[in-house]
């Protein structure tokens, strides 16, 4: 198992390299556009040119990869340079970290036990009344974008059924009320995935030999469904939750947008369209790891949980 992770992690490391050689070099191959930005389009040619000179963009690139890279290595992501001017990288990105942590969690935590409920209902009969309605709902349901499932519940939520606000700022501290929205939004599209392949693998589960032989020995179906079909049918969907991390931290950006969520989500967009490099650069660095790590995680589980798997 040891060598097993240790190789992932290798890969982890090569990975996270690559993407950071190619995230630097799309950033920071036309450093003039850095300096518009910067000092505005009305700026002299010869104050761009003394900008970049003081902030050590004339060095080779690949002299100021290496520098960025040593930084990162030590904790300094840099200085924000146009969306936050002058304050540092890492001090901005961690508390959006956390929201969007708190934001994740939420989802995951409401989500995950709806779908496998929804998914194994449906596989035990598969074709039965039930199986069609699960699968209607989550077909519904994972086809509509959450940029069309966010406006509906604004409608819905906030004009007609006045319950919750429409926007999630918080700017006079922490709501809970406001991230009920976000988080069901979030909810709505990743549930009907999750459901759907709990529902193939319970109900292939169902349709083996031993499954089969426990009903003829007359075992109570809530037993043989309880102790023989779940682990098994579990395996497949645990992938599939682990890698749902992914999708949150990538797919918050439209839902922390709508409902002005101070997030990772908001930031990256935010920085993007400012053209804040570093802090683009730290948030992909940021994604790529939970990507990796999550994938890390999944592969270790499934073999713990896949007993014929083994740790080579």
């Given amino acids: 198992m040891l060598v097993f ?3 992932r992690l290798g890969q982890m490391v090569l990975v996270m390299l690559g993407v950071s050689v190619l995230v630097f070099l799309l950033l920071e191959v036309n450093v003039e556009n850095l300096a518009v930005k910067v000092l505005g389009p009305y700026s002299a040619p010869e104050a761009r040119a003394l900008w970049l000179e003081q902030n050590g963009f004339n060095e080779p ?8 890279i040593g930084g990162i290595l030590s904790g300094d992501l840099g200085e924000s340079v146009t969306l ?4 540092s990288v890492a001090e901005i990105l961690g508390p959006r970290l956390v929201n969007t942590a708190i ?5 995951m935590l ?4 709806i779908a496998l409920v929804l998914g194994v209902l449906a596989g035990m009969k598969e074709g039965s ?10 077909i519904v349901t994972t086809s509509i974008p959450e940029y069309a499932t966010a406006p509906l519940l604004i409608v819905l939520f906030v004009y007609l059924i006045p319950i919750f606000p429409g926007t999630a700022a918080m700017s006079a501290g922490w709501d809970w009320s406001a991230i009920v929205l976000p988080v069901l939004v ?3 599209y990743d549930v009907g995935y999750v459901a759907r392949m709990t529902r193939a693998s319970m109900a292939e589960v169902m349709t083996t030999h031993y499954i089969r032989t426990a009903r003829l020995k ?9 102790r023989h079909a779940l682990r098994n049918a579990l395996i497949a969907p645990f992938t599939v939750i682990m890698l749902q991390l992914n999708w949150l931290l990538s797919g918050v950006v439209v839902t922390e947008a709508i409902f002005a969520y101070r997030g990772f989500g908001k930031l990256l967009l935010d920085a993007s369209l400012a053209g804040d490099i570093f802090i683009i650069e730290a948030a992909c660095l940021v994604a790529v790891f939970v990507a990796v790590g999550s994938q890390l995680i999944s592969d270790v589980g499934y073999r713990f949980l896949n007993p014929r798997l083994r740790f080579d």
């Fill in 103 to 107: 934001l994740g969690g939420l989802v």
């Fill in 61 to 68: 690139i690949y002299v100021r990869y290496f520098t960025w």
């Fill in 129 to 138: 009344a039930l199986d069609r309605s699960v699968s209607t709902f989550t």
């Fill in 84 to 87: 936050y001017k002058g304050q």
């Fill in 5 to 7: 992770i240790a190789r």
């Fill in 218 to 226: 007359g075992l109570p179906f809530g037993r043989i469904i309880t």
């Fill in 110 to 113: 409401v989500m995950v036990p």
């Fill in 186 to 188: 979030l909810v709505l």
